[in-house]
């Protein structure tokens, strides 16, 4: 019988299996997209599986920092329906309201967030933004004014996960207003330039040595 846990392990088998890969983001996006199509041969539509993609992603992230670290990290509340995963110096949320964690942030939800401890005040270092399609460019630029709103008001990373390579040049724009800020995790490999452009490992690295400097 096929239960959520055995599903749940299915994912995190996939994410853990991509610590020691290349380009993590490619065999994440892959499972995503077999499983979509899956989906659609057996069921119709992959309507009601909404959230596979940032959970793998999230996963990988998690079990990245914990091999990089050595620490582990346990679920703790924050609310009723909600939780952030922390760790001795770390917590890492996904989809839950930043002033939840911290009462200066500004109230929105991140796909993902990473946050520094000190002590019971959580800093955020990062936040990341998954976008399977861009469906207008009034999305493109809702997540464009969700990402700037962190960066003038904290000093946090902030990271796009695309599938698409559309509005390359709107992205490409966007990113020159925060070199050394915003970077791109894209499945499509040079879709933007070098120094925008970066793997996921490469993005964890990033967020590692901002936990560091912090």
Not at 44 to 63: D, N, P, Q
Request: proline share 2%; aromatic share 12%; net charge positive.
């Amino acid at each position: 019988m096929i239960t959520e846990k055995t599903f749940l392990e299915d994912l995190d088998r996939v994410a853990r299996n991509s610590l020691q890969k290349r380009q993590p983001e490619k065999i994440l996006f892959k499972y995503y997209k077999d499983l979509w199509d899956s989906l659609k041969k057996t069921a119709c539509t992959s309507a009601g599986f909404t959230g596979v993609s940032e959970y793998l992603f999230f996963r990988a992230i998690v079990f990245k920092l914990e091999t990089e670290t050595g620490e582990k990290f346990e679920a703790k509340p924050v609310t009723t329906d909600t939780r952030k995963l922390a760790s001795k110096s770390m917590t890492i949320t996904r989809d839950v309201n930043l002033q939840h964690i911290n009462s200066k942030l500004p109230q929105m939800r991140t796909d993902i967030a990473v946050f520094k401890n000190f002590g019971d005040i959580r800093k955020l270092v990062a936040a990341m933004e998954l976008k399977l399609y861009i469906s207008s460019p009034g999305v493109l630029a809702n997540m464009f004014k969700r990402l700037e709103s962190l960066t003038d008001q904290t000093d946090s990373l902030v990271f796009s996960i695309l599938w698409s390579t559309q509005y390359r040049e709107e992205i490409n724009r966007f990113y020159e207003k925060l070199p050394g800020r915003y970077y791109v995790i894209a499945n499509e490999t040079g879709a933007y330039s070098d120094n925008e452009q970066i793997d996921l490992w490469e993005a964890v690295d990033i967020i590692l040595k901002k936990l560091r400097e912090t």
